[in-house]
């Protein structure tokens, strides 16, 4: 059964649950700086998946906090803002779309093609990247988001029952 107001949040706020939050808000800054490499040399990011817990636990106001509020180093030391936003709304359609009963692979996805809308262009027009590696940080993401999607969907069930 669907929620009438998918903005709600599903647990109860307690000391637990805002420490969650504030973990899930501040753990993509660290995660950020770390990023592993596949056989195949393709770099992968592993800031999504605080994002992507935050918003299965704590619905899309609490991924757009660890999409915005986490991007901050990174966008400090790429000295590009625009992916803060971009970050903000992954997690936050994420977190809507899972709200709305889609299956976590598919919210993700979903969610990154709306998040390609805002990252292309400012990219491209604002930050000054190239097409080239627009392409090859696009691929990245997906498939980063690929990954940490089905990592955090695995998570969020065990997690979710420690929580109130």
Same mark, same amino acid.
């Given at each position: 059964?669907?929620?009438?107001?998918?903005?709600?949040?599903?647990?109860?706020?307690?000391?637990?649950?805002?420490?969650?939050?504030?973990?899930?808000?501040?753990?993509?800054?660290?995660?950020?700086?770390?990023?592993?490499?596949?056989?195949?040399?393709?770099?992968?990011?592993?800031?999504?998946?605080?994002?992507?817990?935050?918003?299965? !636990?704590? =619905?899309?106001?609490?991924?757009?906090?660890?999409? @915005? #509020?986490?991007? %901050? $180093?990174?966008?400090? /030391? +790429?000295?590009?803002?625009?992916?803060?936003?971009?970050?903000?709304?992954?997690?936050?359609?994420?977190?809507?779309?899972?709200?709305?009963?889609?299956?976590?692979?598919?919210?993700?996805?979903?969610?990154?093609?709306?998040?390609?809308?805002?990252?292309?262009?400012?990219?491209?027009? !604002?930050? =000054?990247?190239?097409?080239?590696?627009?392409?090859? @940080? #696009?691929?990245? %993401? $997906?498939?980063?988001? /690929? +990954?940490?999607?089905?990592?955090?969907?695995?998570?969020?069930?065990?997690?979710?029952?420690?929580?109130?």
């Amino acid at each position: 059964m669907l929620k009438s107001n998918v903005l709600s949040r599903e647990l109860p706020w307690n000391r637990k649950t805002a420490g969650v939050l504030m973990l899930l808000v501040f753990l993509p800054n660290i995660l950020s700086m770390v990023n592993l490499t596949t056989p195949g040399g393709v770099k992968l990011h592993t800031f999504q998946v605080a994002i992507f817990l935050a918003a299965s !636990l704590l =619905g899309p106001l609490g991924g757009l906090l660890s999409g @915005l #509020v986490g991007s %901050l $180093f990174s966008a400090l /030391t +790429l000295s590009n803002p625009y992916l803060m936003i971009g970050n903000g709304i992954l997690g936050f359609f994420t977190g809507w779309f899972l709200r709305r009963g889609i299956r976590p692979l598919f919210a993700v996805w979903t969610a990154f093609c709306l998040q390609l809308l805002w990252l292309v262009p400012t990219d491209y027009f !604002l930050a =000054g990247l190239s097409v080239s590696f627009i392409q090859n @940080l #696009v691929l990245m %993401l $997906f498939l980063s988001n /690929t +990954l940490w999607a089905v990592v955090a969907a695995r998570l969020s069930g065990p997690l979710r029952r420690w929580l109130p």
